[in-house]
């Protein structure tokens, strides 16, 4: 049989918040190219930011499966708190701590909590793995406040906040860190960073702004990752660790 390099077929994969928008379109990538997929998000009864959950749950599919999971895909993270109030996206000076602390726990303390119990598995099994940590465009540089402009024209006082960067600009050192920790067990730990994807609940005028602002000219589609993703997850990927893998169409690149 010819060898794939992109072969994930029977290996156990972990997506945390693979019910959301593009934890979903990792869940079917994997499941079609033959992994075993389980799904850690708060909407199926697994809360990340619970240390005593994590651990059940990942013993519970080492139970189920047989075997240790090979592949952690570190996805879950909130876009902004629920209800969350306007100061929300208001000036920095009234951003709520509420709000700074459900970004912090949802995208780091849920990132820290998985990855300890994956890399304890993985290390006693001795089998290695990939791990891959979601950061965004936002983590790398910082939102281009001009881009909500025409929102501030019509009277609302509106920024992206700064919880949200300050998170994914977290994943970046967690990556390196800990990657350079579990070399030595033969687990790869690396970040993929998406930028903005097209909704179909997208204000136009923020279309326009995004696009234009891209080399592509374009907002991604929830599918422009899946090849990505799949690559940092296999043995095509096998000499890549503690790296950034850029996926935006170029907006970092200008």
């Known amino acids: ?6 072969d994930v077929k029977d290996k156990v994969v972990i997506i945390t918040g693979g019910l959301g928008l593009l934890g979903s379109e990792y869940v079917k990538v994997f499941r079609n190219a033959g992994a075993i ?3 850690f998000d708060l909407k199926n009864g697994v809360d990340i930011t619970k240390k005593d959950e994590v651990k059940k749950a990942v013993r519970n599919i080492i139970k189920n499966f047989g075997k240790v999971p090979t592949v952690l895909i570190n996805n879950a993270g909130l ?3 629920p209800n969350a109030p306007s100061s929300e996206n208001g000036p920095f000076e009234d951003y709520p701590e509420e709000s700074w602390d459900a970004m ?3 995208h780091l303390k849920g990132m820290f909590f998985v990855s300890q119990e994956v890399v304890r598995e993985m290390k006693e099994a001795k089998v290695g793995g990939s791990i891959i940590n979601i950061s965004s465009t936002y983590g790398v540089v910082t939102p281009d406040q001009s881009m909500y402009e025409f929102r501030r024209k019509n009277g609302e006082e509106y920024y992206k906040p700064i ?5 994914k600009a977290g994943v970046l050192g967690f990556t390196k860190w800990l990657a350079e920790y579990c070399g030595p067990f033969g687990i790869r730990v690396n970040t993929l960073v998406p930028g903005g994807v097209d909704t179909e609940d997208l204000v136009d005028e923020f279309r326009k702004e995004y696009s234009k602002r891209t080399i ?3 907002m991604a589609q929830p599918t422009d990752y ?3 993703i799949l690559f940092l997850a296999s043995d095509a990927s096998s000499y890549i660790t503690g790296a950034t893998i850029i996926v935006d169409g170029g907006w970092t690149a200008r």
């Open 37 to 39: 997929v389980v799904i």
């Open 226 to 228: 899946n090849g990505a």
């Open 104 to 106: 912090m726990n949802s």
């Open 216 to 218: 592509l000219g374009r």
């Open 163 to 167: 919880g949200y960067t300050v998170a």
């Open 79 to 81: 876009g902004s708190i």
């Open 1 to 6: 049989m010819e060898n794939n390099l992109f």
